[in-house]
């Protein structure tokens, strides 16, 4: 039996920090500094008790959670970019009355539900209060486009009644508007809100520990091992990388500025274009947003919005992801191929099953949570019990180096594996307790300290990580509450449904265009709420089934980060490219096209989402009609590749470009007979294009 125990010192290596969306690393110098720490290790705290136990009502939880928002965001907002000491002061000042709505609403949480719609003058004060602090963060933290957006409708609903029809409203007193935004449950503290708080900042902390476990380190080596000798091997590996980051960490940009700093330069160094470097980084790593088990943020708003299992929103997305990632490992073969560049030397690489064999207790808690999610446990659940994992594997890994003899040391495993497993029979006391037991043995054996150290920083990490996705959380309950209140998404759908009855790809495309455009200026999660709050149910009611509508709206969501002129992934991988956002985006584009082309025929033929199937399935059973229309999408996927790129077997004339693309075109389209030309003229034109290149390589 060999050694599996996982104290090798890269296990507990702490990563690079990388930037929060418009924040500096780290958490300030001097006390300020120590302060924002210590609110975000009580922010973490608290929400894993809340996770663990639940024990107070739904409200003061959300509440709670953008208070800490508020206070851990000025914080940093006042430590890291306020250069002055009157600024400072007034940013903690903005955080500790942010924080002061939280407690607000739980010391008078009671008085608040019996005066529901009756508000008093100090509840008017804090509704304002709160309304103004989240615009104010937002703009802070997310750039003035989001804030910008959600002004717009704030100002709607308070002056929508002047507007002429269709836009016009019956009008709303001031009370009546901060009641629904500051205090209902479909304004600030909304749904958004609560995913983020119940759901998403566990998965949030998760991710921090296991990356300050040595997970990146781990895919790394894995992907280096794996598809390091292919053609284009440096780019494979960025692909190969990013798809595995994407299993614990479903923030595209982040990954980008995490992952970008060693695949970016290592590309380049092989020969790679700066742009297509960049690109390749920015695909990769947006597509960790749709990588099950753990998907973005959007996927658990998505499951909570449609009142369906997370496993369910997973099983919709497993295709289109391996789809999407078979797309980026394919264009990159034939961009290396149009090159002439080769892999690397196996040499000179990790060999993967030795990086999995020294580090494979890491994938434990990973695996549970996995299992967790698809065993029918809620995502809060699985979230919960596959971060406390992770805290007592890393934990227990200086305890097990003070073992000297091998078979102790897999005793020693063993055993408190057993023990955190049983709260599968005896609940989370049972995991609280070891892990309590943990912290007491690393307080007294020598090196438990720098352990602990590693635990604290993580709850930290996590805490700040959770600051972008809260706060866009927080700010987009005004949208909804404003569509909620005035009823104005109803005229949006009325007119995407009178263009839809007669051409439903019109509706698709003019969906796709405002998801693109809203995308420009705000990140995926505020796009999908706000697109899929207006759009969603215009597609439903044209027959598009009910999660390919919102996956369609989900995936272009992603797609606005890449697309030109603002992609946020592609002006992220810039500097470390250091070539133009603009040339990145445009290649990005190119890359990311399963990201165009899959959701379009998801809704033509829903079995490509595992959802409802078809005609072929009334005929050969639905498996048969599963494989064969993702052998459709390979095959259009695998065209327009070639297309884009111009290489395949050899450099492509521009005649044969446009055959490849008009062929792919024909099997995505779903209409009669196309599906039959766009094969034949695949056949032919494949088979003829590799004939020439025998010839031409004969002749040479």
Same mark, same amino acid.
């Given at each position: ?29 001097? !006390? ?6 210590? /609110? ?14 639940? @024990? ?16 851990? +965001?000025? @914080? ?16 903690? $000042? ?18 608040? !539900? ?70 209902? =449950?479909? *304004? ?25 476990? +040595? ?9 280096? *091992? ?10 494979? &590996? ?8 994407? =299993? ?22 092989f020969g790679f274009r700066s742009a297509f470097a960049g690109a390749v980084e920015a695909t990769s790593s947006m597509g960790g947003q749709i990588m099950p088990p753990v998907m973005g943020a959007v996927a658990f708003i998505m499951a909570e919005t449609l009142n369906i299992p997370y496993a369910e929103v997973v099983k919709a997305a497993i295709i289109p992801a391996l789809l999407y990632f078979g797309a980026c490992f394919w264009q990159v073969y034939l961009e290396a191929g149009k090159a002439g560049l080769q892999g690397m030397a196996k040499a000179d690489l990790p060999n993967p099953w030795d990086a999995v ?53 897999? &005793? ?19 995991? @609280?307790?070891? /892990? ?40 987009? *309950?005004? &949208? ?30 003019? $969906? ?10 705000? #990140? ?33 969501? /992603?797609? %606005? ?12 991988? %810039? #500097? ?17 096209? %399963? ?18 199937? *078809? ?11 599963? %494989?064969? !229309? ?41 209409? #009669? ?28």
């Amino acid at each position: 039996m060999t050694d599996a125990h996982p104290e090798t010192p890269t296990v507990l290596s702490p990563t690079a920090e990388a930037p929060v969306e418009g924040l500096p690393p780290g958490f300030g110098d001097g !006390i300020a500094g120590k302060a924002a720490f210590l /609110i975000a290790i009580a922010f973490s705290i608290f929400q894993i008790y809340i996770a663990a136990y639940g @024990s107070l009502p739904s409200q003061v939880v959300r509440a709670m959670h953008v208070g800490f928002l508020l206070l851990l +965001g000025f @914080s940093l907002i006042a430590n890291l970019r306020a250069t002055s000491t009157p600024a400072k002061a007034v940013f903690w $000042t903005l955080g500790v009355l942010g924080f002061a709505t939280g407690l607000y609403n739980w010391v008078f949480y009671t008085d608040l !539900i019996r005066r529901s719609g009756f508000l008093t003058t100090p509840d008017l004060i804090v509704g304002t209060v709160l309304v103004v602090l989240v615009f104010e963060a937002a703009r802070r933290l997310m750039g003035l486009p989001l804030a910008l957006i959600a002004l717009i409708f704030l100002a709607y609903a308070f002056f929508g009644n002047h507007l002429p029809p269709p836009f016009i409203h019956r009008g709303y007193d001031f009370a009546q508007l901060i009641d629904t935004f500051a205090f209902g =449950t479909e *304004g600030i503290y909304g749904t958004p809100v609560y995913v983020s708080a119940a759901y998403i900042f566990i998965f949030v902390v998760f991710a921090a520990f296991l990356e300050r476990a +040595g997970m990146i380190a781990l895919f790394n080596d894995f992907a280096l *091992g794996l598809v390091g000798t292919w053609r284009g091997g440096p780019a494979q &590996v960025c692909v190969l990388s990013s798809a595995l980051m994407g =299993t614990i960490s479903g923030s595209g940009v982040a990954n980008v500025v995490a992952s970008g700093q060693f695949t970016i330069p290592l590309m380049k160094r092989f020969g790679f274009r700066s742009a297509f470097a960049g690109a390749v980084e920015a695909t990769s790593s947006m597509g960790g947003q749709i990588m099950p088990p753990v998907m973005g943020a959007v996927a658990f708003i998505m499951a909570e919005t449609l009142n369906i299992p997370y496993a369910e929103v997973v099983k919709a997305a497993i295709i289109p992801a391996l789809l999407y990632f078979g797309a980026c490992f394919w264009q990159v073969y034939l961009e290396a191929g149009k090159a002439g560049l080769q892999g690397m030397a196996k040499a000179d690489l990790p060999n993967p099953w030795d990086a999995v064999r020294r580090h494979w207790p890491l994938v434990l808690p990973l695996a549970a949570l996995i299992y967790l999610l698809f065993a029918g446990y809620t995502p809060i659940f699985a979230g919960t019990m596959g971060l406390a994992l992770t805290i007592v594997l890393i934990l227990g890994t200086p305890l097990a180096a003070l073992i000297g003899p091998v078979a102790f040391r897999i &005793v020693f495993w063993l055993a408190l594996g057993l023990a955190a497993a049983s709260f599968m029979r005896f609940g989370v006391n049972i995991l @609280s307790f070891v /892990i309590a037991g943990l912290v007491i043995a690393c307080v007294t054996f020598r090196g438990g300290r720098e352990t602990l150290q590693i635990c604290i920083d993580s709850l930290a990490e996590g805490a700040k990580n959770a600051l972008p996705v809260g706060i866009a959380c927080a700010i987009v *309950g005004v &949208v909804i509450g404003t569509l909620t209140l005035t009823g104005i998404a109803s005229t949006f759908i009325g007119w995407i449904i009178s263009i839809g009855e007669n051409n439903l790809f019109l509706s698709l495309v003019l $969906t796709m265009l405002t998801c693109l455009v809203l995308g420009m200026g705000i #990140p995926t999660i505020p796009n999908y709420i706000i697109t899929s709050s207006l759009a969603g149910p215009a597609l439903l009611s044209l027959g598009v089934p009910l999660v390919v509508s919102h996956m369609f709206v989900f995936y272009f969501g /992603i797609m %606005a980060d890449l697309t030109p002129p603002v992609a946020l992934a592609a002006f992220a991988a %810039a #500097p470390m490219a250091k070539e133009s956002g603009l040339k990145i985006g445009i290649q990005a584009t190119k890359l990311a096209v %399963a990201g165009f082309v899959v959701p379009f025929m998801a809704v033509y033929t829903p079995a490509l989402m595992l959802q409802d199937p *078809g005609p072929i399935a009334a005929q050969f059973g639905y498996p048969v009609e599963v %494989a064969y !229309i993702v052998a459709k999408a390979c095959m259009g996927i695998a065209l327009w590749g070639a297309a884009a790129v111009g290489f395949l077997a050899r450099r492509m004339a521009w005649w044969e470009r446009l055959v490849a693309f008009a062929a792919g075109a024909l099997l995505v389209a779903a209409l #009669p007979v196309t599906d039959e030309a766009g094969w034949a003229l695949s056949f032919v034109w494949i088979g003829w294009h590799c004939w020439r290149a025998r010839q031409a390589t004969g002749t040479a």
